[in-house]
């Protein structure tokens, strides 16, 4: 027996030995009058691995609860006992199974002897030096078996002192009488003592060695009743510790392990621990997650988008361009430079092509030679800006193409033009239209023709032929030459005109005229045929018509009049009418040879010599002072009385070197320097009045201009 209950007082090996602790007064306590007695109840375990249960709590459990109370306050203060609670069961068992005999345990003298005298402590009791090294009070359970390696923690190798040694220094539990360090050895295998102590604790030796002298069962039994609660005050200090530092503690290892204490998951624990997030913060990271999820559909649609650009960008080829052809006087032109923006997305991505064809203006071989030269946009809703200047770097023209089609070159010479055609997204009605500019330069030569045209190409005797020529550049005045007498080129609506008289004894057939305008000269044929002229015989001179004022006898102040310039053409508006509003007769005609004393073969052939041709008409109104009026429109250059066979005389200018004189008047009404009307009031007439109408000086025969059967006057 003595055996057993020393082979329940192993000391570890490895425990070190604690400091000495400096006695607190303790109070008087009823228990100390009881020596403490042999603990019977720590007797090795049973063969079947069960421990024996104490016997019922002694009357002393109140005072076992004074010291739990005590106990309990030391909790907070034994950071480093947690460390050496949690050694192995592995490293604990072999220190287990060492015999009783070989590991002596040394007395404790520092504890103090009790004050009671009737029950004296035992001298043999070592055990508070090994009361000390254990963590905690431990309690006697059945032998454990070492769990598998892989469980075992690392032992602590740090040279710390246990767990016991500052709890006892701390609370007063560790002050208790050595009847309580006794009994912290002995503690039977409760139910509610093997709940909450771990295992560790439970392997841990008691270290007390009892005496056979002080087993008495009185003594055991109120000794297993406060080392119970004291037992139950440290499993709770224990759990407590456990629980706060957050460990779980090793399970038991015998074969019928003692109720379980309650576990506490690790994870749970973390997530328990971990703070639960805020409102906002919630918010933050949801907004975030979103944020990324936006972020990475926006660059999935960009990637896509992209990919999309760039084939759409690689489909807008040249092909895409616009083709605009630009025709210049019936010349096309080449374009010198171009940029044009293809669209690729709509109006907000265009691919641009662009390249400057020829640095120089293009030269074009033809001149020109019409004033008005066409230029030809195809397609023609462009908006197009012309600029052309001349060889002095002077601009002549700008505007659009539409403009330039009413405008006369001023002169020859050479100009550079420049065309620059715009297809905005203005005038596009599509927006996602070919948008840009072509630009052509081109240099060309004026060098108009003027037009020169001959009227009457066929004239009779006595009539008016006309030759017409257009606008020149140069603004001068063309010439002609030729057999026949002219006034010249005089200012017409659309260039120049030129009447020629035609004599009344012109040498018939074709006659070259020359024309030379802008430096062209051009000839031209005029086929004048024969006119149809009467004549008269007479016996003596008294019979010749009187008056008769034949080509060479105007008087000078006539003569001079006919050498003056002409002005403007003033018959064009209303033309020519006889000068008389009644009927008149005619005794001489123009053209009309009168003869005196020829023979019947003579006058048979009208074939003689010695007779007079009329240039002029002799008129016998119906009645005597008759009223005349003005035949065409014109500026009055004399109106006087020449006196003799002349009398008033009156000389009007109709323009084109072109005028009428009237000789033999009674009365004027009109004056030198008039401007008159066709069908004004001219004057009166005498019995007979000498009409005459020179172009120039050269008489022509007026019955055909005032009846309108001179086709050359009608041109003007």
Not at 423 to 436: H, P
């Amino acid at each position: 027996m003595e055996e057993d209950k020393k082979s329940t007082a192993v000391q570890p090996e490895e425990a070190p030995k604690p400091k000495p602790r400096r006695r607190k007064a303790a109070s008087p306590q009823p228990a100390a009058d009881t020596p403490p007695a042999p603990t019977d109840s720590a007797a090795p375990p049973a063969a079947d691995g069960q421990t024996t249960k104490k016997p019922a709590a002694s009357p002393k459990k109140p005072r076992a609860k004074k010291n739990t109370k005590t106990t309990k306050t030391a909790k907070p203060k034994t950071p480093k006992a947690a460390k050496t609670a949690k050694k192995s069961p592995a490293d604990e068992t072999p220190e287990r199974k060492a015999p009783a005999q070989e590991s002596p345990v040394p007395a404790a003298p520092e504890l103090a002897e009790p004050k009671s005298e009737s029950k004296p402590e035992p001298p043999e009791i070592p055990a508070r030096e090994d009361a000390a090294a254990p963590t905690v009070p431990d309690v006697p359970s059945t032998p454990e078996l070492p769990e598998p390696a892989e469980r075992a923690e690392p032992a602590v190798t740090e040279p710390e002192p246990t767990a016991d040694a500052p709890a006892a220094d701390d609370t007063p539990a560790a002050e208790a009488p050595p009847e309580a360090a006794a009994a912290d050895t002995a503690v039977t295998d409760t139910p509610e003592q093997t709940g909450d102590v771990p295992a560790e604790d439970a392997a841990e030796p008691s270290g007390l060695v009892f005496s056979d002298d002080l087993a008495n069962d009185k003594a055991l039994a109120a000794e297993a009743a406060r080392m119970a609660n004291i037992s139950r005050t440290a499993q709770l200090s224990i759990a407590q510790i456990m629980a706060g530092l957050e460990e779980n503690p090793a399970p038991s290892a015998g074969p019928a392990p003692a109720p379980e204490a309650p576990q506490h998951d690790s994870a749970g624990d973390d997530e328990d621990d971990e703070p639960q997030d805020t409102i906002p913060q919630a918010l933050g990271r949801g907004v975030f997650g979103m944020f990324k999820w936006l972020l990475l559909v926006v660059l999935f649609v960009l990637i896509i988008a992209g990919g999309g650009v760039a084939w759409l960008y690689r489909s807008a080829t040249p092909d895409m361009l616009p083709e605009v052809k630009v025709t210049f006087d019936g010349q096309e032109l080449a374009p010198t430079a171009y940029k044009w923006h293809v669209p690729v997305v709509g109006s907000f991505f265009r691919r641009t092509y662009a390249e400057t064809l020829n640095s120089s203006p293009v030269v074009l071989e033809d001149a020109i030679s019409d004033a008005s030269p066409d230029i030809i946009v195809t397609p023609s809703d462009y908006s197009t800006q012309l600029t052309i200047t001349d060889a002095d770097k002077e601009t002549v023209y700008e505007g659009s193409v539409t403009a330039f089609r009413s405008y006369l070159f001023a002169e020859n010479g050479t100009f550079d033009a420049k065309l620059v055609v715009t297809a905005s997204d203005s005038a596009a009605e599509d927006r996602s239209s070919v948008t840009g500019t072509e630009t052509w330069q081109f240099r060309f030569t004026v060098s108009i023709k003027p037009s020169i045209t001959l009227c009457t190409p066929t004239v009779q005797q006595g009539s008016v032929a006309a030759v017409r020529v257009g606008s020149t550049m140069s603004r001068t005045e063309p010439t002609l030459t030729g057999p026949l007498e002219s006034t010249g080129f005089v200012r017409a609506a659309n260039g120049w005109i030129c009447y020629l008289p035609i004599p009344w004894n012109a040498e018939t057939g074709n006659t070259e005229l020359t024309v030379t305008a802008d430096g062209y000269t051009e000839t031209l044929t005029l086929s004048v045929r024969a006119a149809s002229y009467s004549y008269k015989d007479y016996s003596a001179k008294s019979q010749l018509t009187s008056p008769y004022i034949g080509a060479d006898d105007a008087p000078d102040a006539v003569l001079r009049l006919l050498t003056t310039d002409g002005g403007e053409i003033q018959w064009a508006v209303g033309g020519f009418v006889q000068p008389f509003l009644d009927s008149f007769d005619t005794p001489l005609l123009y053209g009309m040879t009168e003869y005196v004393g020829r023979s019947y073969s003579e006058r048979s052939t009208n074939y003689g010599y010695g007779g007079r041709t009329s240039t002029n008409v002799v008129i016998k109104p119906k009645k005597s002072k008759d009223s005349m009026i003005v035949p065409a429109s014109g500026h009055v250059l004399l109106a006087e009385d020449l006196g003799g066979s002349y009398g008033y005389t009156v000389v009007i200018d109709h323009g084109a070197g072109l005028r009428s004189i009237f000789y033999g008047l009674t009365a004027l009404d009109v004056e030198a320097g008039d401007d008159v009307k066709q069908g004004q009031l001219l004057g009166t007439s005498g019995r007979t009045v000498v009409a005459e109408l020179r172009i120039g000086t050269v008489p022509i025969n007026p019955l055909l201009v005032w009846r309108g059967q001179c086709d050359g006057l009608k041109y003007y």
